[in-house]
């Protein structure tokens, strides 16, 4: 069974600093991974994603995750926060085998990142 | 990214009416769509995977007579929350799985329908 584990509600941080918003992951097979903001009253923005290749993934908005498999880790960084990257951010793996053809995503409980001027 | 519309943006109605809310496609056709539901502070639930032209494939313990949806194009699915009740208030989203064939497509989201039922 797939799971994935945001450990912190919460993180806070002051601008300019660099973030971690940390996800942990379980599934059966090759994991598929990714981020995902949700700003005030709106819909999720994509920021990135792992499939395959390199573990250093680079999304939007200066934005990166790294995958550790060891570890069961994909946590999502920045070297130097902003004030407008105040938002939730949900981890997602895909939770369906590669012969099923879905494509549906599990969800995370979020981590609301604070960043402070 | 892709661009995915929802509307209404947001709804009150009275317990026991229904509700319909639109999802479309905006830049593909898009084969397969997701409703999700999102409780307040809480993470996104899958609810169903709409697929054009099919009947929606419903995960466990939504109901699919309360919860109506068609596919009926390739860029536009609607989910009609059926003799809503209050607990039915919650954030409702779509997804639109992307154009590519590549087993880990991405899904794009709509801004979501907030519904109120009194």
């Known amino acids: 069974a797939q799971s994935v584990a945001q450990p912190e509600d919460q993180v806070n941080v002051a601008e300019g600093n660099p973030l971690t918003v940390k996800c942990t992951y379980s599934?059966?097979?090759?994991?598929?991974l990714f981020w995902y903001v949700q700003y005030p009253n709106r819909g999720l923005q994509f920021l990135l994603k792992?499939?395959?290749?390199?573990?250093l993934v680079k999304g939007s908005y200066g934005f990166e995750a790294e995958f550790n498999k060891s570890q069961t880790s994909f946590h999502l960084k920045k070297p130097s926060a902003l004030v407008s990257d105040s938002a939730l951010y949900f981890c997602?793996?895909?939770?369906?085998?590669?012969?099923?053809?879905?494509?549906?995503?599990?969800f995370g409980t979020g981590t609301r990142l604070t960043v402070i001027p | 990214g892709a661009v995915v519309s929802q509307h209404p943006s947001w709804v009150i109605c009275k317990s026991g009416t229904s509700v319909k809310i639109e999802c479309r496609s905006l830049?593909?056709?898009?084969?397969?769509m997701f409703w999700y539901r999102q409780f307040p502070k809480q993470s996104l639930m899958l609810m169903a995977t709409?697929?054009?032209?099919?009947?929606?494939?419903?995960e466990q313990g939504v109901e699919k007579d309360k919860f109506l949806i068609n596919h009926a194009s390739l860029t536009l699915s609607t989910l009609t929350v059926t003799s809503a009740h209050p607990e039915d208030s919650s954030f409702y989203i779509c997804?639109?799985?992307?154009?590519?064939?590549?087993?880990?497509?991405?899904?794009?989201f709509g801004p979501g329908t907030r519904l109120l039922v009194l």
């Open positions: 997804s639109v799985l992307g154009p590519g064939q590549g087993i880990g497509e991405t899904q794009y």
């Open positions: 599934v059966s097979g090759n994991p598929y």
């Open positions: 792992y499939i395959t290749g390199d573990n």
């Open positions: 997602a793996v895909r939770d369906m085998p590669e012969e099923d053809g879905a494509n549906n995503l599990f």
């Open positions: 830049d593909f056709q898009a084969t397969t």
């Open positions: 709409s697929n054009e032209g099919s009947k929606a494939t419903y």
